[in-house]
């Protein structure tokens, strides 16, 4: 079962509420949720008590990606605003082993994020101990990017070392995903797929549902 996880950072900030009922409308597993720092990416955005709002708002889970630098000091206090999938950059921490730990120790499902120039063995010594993989297939810190194709390659290596040794691991893929490029990406292993401008968040008037259906409809 391929999962469609919509990045809320994509939705028009004057009506979250709304935004957040039609993705229930449009039955999306899981609500994408960038917090950005201004420092690990040159970008800020969405924070902390904006969580805690959106999580009374809605039951759809929260699939929580921080590119932020040393976030470990922010694990209670995500847990408390309600973060269910907690993933951390690898190369933003000191020990992403600690790291995935702690993110379990606070009742949060630990994921690690890696970048297009990360190479996929620096997960096999902790593929075991996380519930998620994230592969960017744009560099962190703005929506509407393209889709970098070396990302597939890792994909597939990254599917190969979960079938080992992680076999109900989640690897999503995060950075202009849609109809062009899923059919690659669930190809190579991919199991769940952000969807932000570049194939749901088309403004007010689009049909989610559709718009899901379409990214179904397309792999
Ligand atoms: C990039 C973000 C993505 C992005 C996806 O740093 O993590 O979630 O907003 O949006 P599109 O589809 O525009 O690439
Ligand atoms: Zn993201």
Redesign the pocket.
Known sequence: MVKISA?I??GNSLKYGEELKRLEEANVDMI?F?M?DGSY?P?IAMGIYLLEDMKKATEIPFDV?M?VWEPSQYYPTMAKAGADYLSVHLEAVKHIHRDIQSIRENGMKPGV?INPATHHKELKYIIKDIEMV?V??????????K?IYSQLEKIAAIKEMADQFNPELLISV?????SGTIPDCVKSGANVL??????I?KGDDADYKALVQEMKDSF
């Open positions: 990045s950072m994509c994408h960038d950005m990416v970008n990606h590119a994020v994230t960017m297939t744009v560099n962190p810190g703005f929506a509407g990017q889709f995060d950075g202009n995903i849609n952000v969807a932000g401008t570049s194939s968040f």
